[in-house]
């Protein structure tokens, strides 16, 4: 059964940075892509980031791109999101997701398995 665990929210102010971890457990990591995602409280959820199995390919939502970085150690089964210069309006909720390599990255649809979110709360 495949578990990922969030790591690294927290409360930050306007301008500051956090580093985010998912760490995946029981399935196929090296071979899956995997997928950030946020959801901001009354709001839908919505992609963030993803990136290849083997890093090639990164992807970035319009609102992040220039301030977020994704990255990945397969060594490690781990997934990072790099976030600088956050904003108040980066608040939300951020999951990690993992999907078969082929699909579409920026579908939510895309992705099968889960973690449970990590809270980002940016003051002003």
């Known amino acids: 059964q495949v578990q990922l665990v969030e790591s690294g929210g927290g409360l930050v102010q306007a301008g500051g940075s956090l580093r985010l971890s998912c760490v995946v457990s029981g399935g196929t990591f090296r071979t899956s892509g995997m997928g950030w995602f946020r959801q901001g409280p009354g709001k839908e959820r919505e992609f963030v980031s993803g990136i290849s199995r083997y890093s090639v390919h990164t992807y970035y939502a319009d609102s992040v791109k220039g301030r977020f970085t994704i990255s990945r150690d397969n060594d490690k089964n781990t997934v990072y999101l790099q976030m600088n210069s956050l904003k108040p309006e980066d608040t939300a909720v951020y999951y990690c997701?993992?999907?078969?390599?082929?699909?579409?990255?920026?579908?939510?649809?895309?992705?099968?398995?889960w973690g449970q979110g990590t809270q980002v709360t940016v003051s002003s």
């Open positions: 997701a993992q999907r078969q390599y082929a699909l579409d990255p920026l579908r939510a649809s895309s992705y099968s398995d």
